[in-house]
């Protein structure tokens, strides 16, 4: 059973930063992507930032040139700092892992999510 355990979310000021943790583990796989999403109140869980295997990235426009993703391969977990922080980065962020689970002699590609962080930013 694949756990993906979220952890550095918190409390901050406007303009400060933070960085979060999710790290895979359980079963045998492979990682083909993984991402940061966010949700918050009253909004739909949007996209924040997504990094490939080869590690190729890719942001929401909202957090271009404050937020970096990076993954450590060797432990199966990706990153998240997030630097000058707003209000509006208010959300409880989930990180999302597109593997491929090897099963026997098989294998099938699973989408698996975190159980979320809160990361709320005061003005």
């Known amino acids: 059973q694949v756990q993906l355990v979220e952890s550095g979310g918190g409390l901050v000021q406007a303009g400060g930063s933070l960085r979060l943790s999710c790290a895979a583990s359980?079963?045998?796989?492979?990682?083909?992507?993984m991402a940061w999403y966010r949700q918050a109140p009253g909004k739909q869980r949007e996209l924040v930032a997504t990094?490939?295997?080869?590690?190729?990235?890719n942001y929401a426009d909202s957090v271009k040139g404050r937020f970096t993703i990076s993954r450590d391969n060797a432990k199966n977990t990706v990153y998240l700092q997030m630097n000058s922080l707003k209000p509006e980065d208010t959300a409880v962020f989930y990180c999302?892992?597109?593997?491929?689970?090897?099963?026997?002699?098989?294998?099938?590609?699973?989408?698996?999510w975190g159980q979320g962080t809160q990361v709320t930013v005061s003005s």
């Open positions: 990094i490939t295997s080869a590690g190729t990235t």
């Open positions: 359980g079963g045998v796989f492979s990682i083909n992507s």
């Open positions: 999302n892992a597109d593997l491929t689970m090897y099963y026997g002699l098989g294998s099938v590609r699973e989408d698996h």
